[in-house]
DNA sequence: GCACATGTAAAGTGACCGTTTTACACTGCG
DNA sequence: CGCAGTGTAAAACGGTCACTTTACATGTGC
């Protein structure tokens, strides 16, 4: 396997695990099984590490997320959760860990929540014919109260949070 | 004022700014203006300071969000979160960056959910008359998400869950 | 008036932090 | 053949970490 692709993975694991501050780089290269030398030489310093963790897990997770309808967007969800272990959104877990003071944190973690929004929005077109802001932010809403709730009440939540969008575009689209 | 309690309020505002892991023991007696053997005397060790932290906060938020109606529940949210800055659950963030390793931590954020969610099964109640797991597990699930989404979406959001949640509630009364 | 609790300031503990450096091995290409 | 590129192992960098210790100043109650 690619070395890059082996420390991301090593990274994602140990960072979602332990958190951010608390994997210190001998761990990582430990992890990855390569020196620290190399891993300077692949991603600079550790929060480029975090930033290039965090955007390639965007690019996983929204290929899993890219469907059209509801139920499927929920359906992702829990599959993701069932698999990857319940620990609220990495993205938001990286930014409040560094005081959303490193500039490449941030706006990876803005990037992702903004793409999630764009394929919400395409499923509420599917859905209901038209756009309708309200319906997708309230369906991002509850999405991010699953990924976050499913920490301390279990994947079951999801099912849930799926039930209550459909009722609420039930709601829009008969208005 | 007390010192315990400057204490408490310094490292929750060091905490909620700056991370848990990232706030040295250094800054956090300066921020208090007490010595480091003072501050161990009253909290032990760094995860006793955290644990404390979020009881404190759990006593606090849960005194302004002890309300009996879905729109009183969230304007009480929308004041929190202009008041103290919107950076996700100081729960979650805690037990996350922990990695769940530390008991004191785990159990002060399940605490403080399960106290969450018997505030709105009373809300419930009071709306529709009856008891309903789904739709208090919903409204749940929207203050959850609308905590989090605050960080990025900005405290407005919770008006969108405010409104959701009212919808919600129209529907479970009506079936 | 003396013991005691409670506080301060400041130095010291060893461990670990992120990062750089030194020295060396292997590979593939001109 | 030689050399650039890419990797390793391991030590060193200065700094910071959580936490303890030493030594000293208070005020309070018996």
Redesign the interface.
């Known amino acids: 396997m690619d070395i890059r692709t082996r420390l991301l993975e090593t990274a994602e694991q140990l960072f979602d ?3 951010f ?2 994997t210190g780089m001998d761990r990582l290269t430990q992890g990855a099984g390569i020196s620290s030398r190399t891993l300077y030489k692949h991603v600079g310093n550790k929060n480029g590490l975090i930033a290039a963790v965090l955007n390639e897990r965007d690019r996983r997770f929204h290929r899993q997320v890219e469907t059209d309808s509801v139920d499927a967007l929920f359906g992702a969800l829990e599959i993701w959760l069932a698999q990857e272990a319940a ?3 990495l993205f ?2 990286a ?6 003071d490193v500039p490449e944190i941030a706006e990876a ?2 990037r992702h ?1 903004q793409r999630m929004r764009e394929r919400i929005d395409a499923i509420v077109v599917a859905e209901i014919g038209r756009q309708d802001d ?1 319906l997708a ?2 369906i ?10 499913a ?3 279990g994947v079951a ?1 999801v099912e ?2 799926r ?2 969008a459909h ?2 575009a039930g ?1 829009a689209r008969i208005a």
Do not use: D, I, N, P
């Open positions: 695990r332990h958190g501050t608390a620990r609220g959104c938001l877990r930014w409040g860990e560094t005081g959303g973690m803005a929540k309200e932010e309230s991002q809403l509850l999405f991010e109260g699953a990924t976050h709730a920490a301390y009440r939540t849930v949070a039930r209550a009722r609420l709601l």
